[in-house]
């Protein structure tokens, strides 16, 4: 191989591995490359074994890194993390807030503020600005009955 190609080999496999790579990638859609990742890596290793072992050489591995998708895709993808974050964190805070009467009434009437705040600051903004109100309300109430 050696002897046909001399310093050459390196551009021969690099286009033999892109264009492996890329016959693949063309057999699958774009929302498959989220859904579908960890298969489409093991089919374009499947393939640069085969075609670079044609070319007498070993693949030791093979890492999909990056994906260039199209701008409507990477912007689909982005939204749609920003809306699971977003529900995550409304799930996180109505448990916060489902369990704060609870450990209010559990606790002496020196920790409501402490134990309310603390659980303020975890909260998202939106639901911050709702609870301020609250605490305001929670803070008039303890200092009338001290």
Do not use: C
Not at 73 to 94: C, D, F, P, T, W
Not at 118 to 134: G, I, N, Q, V
Request: overall charge positive.
């Amino acid at each position: 191989m050696y002897r046909l190609l001399q310093e050459d080999y390196e551009v021969i496999f690099t286009r033999i591995a892109r264009n492996s790579v890329l016959s693949i990638a063309g057999d699958y859609n774009a929302p498959d490359y989220w859904l579908e990742r960890d298969n489409i890596g093991k089919s374009m290793l499947e393939s640069l074994v085969t075609d670079l072992n044609n070319a007498h050489a070993d693949v030791s591995g093979f890492m999909l890194l990056k994906i260039d998708l199209p701008d409507l895709y990477e912007g689909a993808i982005v939204l749609r993390l920003k809306l699971q974050h977003n529900r995550l964190s409304l799930i996180k805070s109505s448990e916060l807030l489902t369990r704060l009467p609870n450990r209010l009434l559990t606790s002496k009437p020196k920790d409501m503020l402490r134990l309310t705040l603390s659980t303020l600051k975890l909260l998202p903004t939106p639901l911050k600005l709702l609870t301020k109100e609250w605490v305001s309300l929670l803070n008039k109430t303890l200092s009338t009955s001290a």
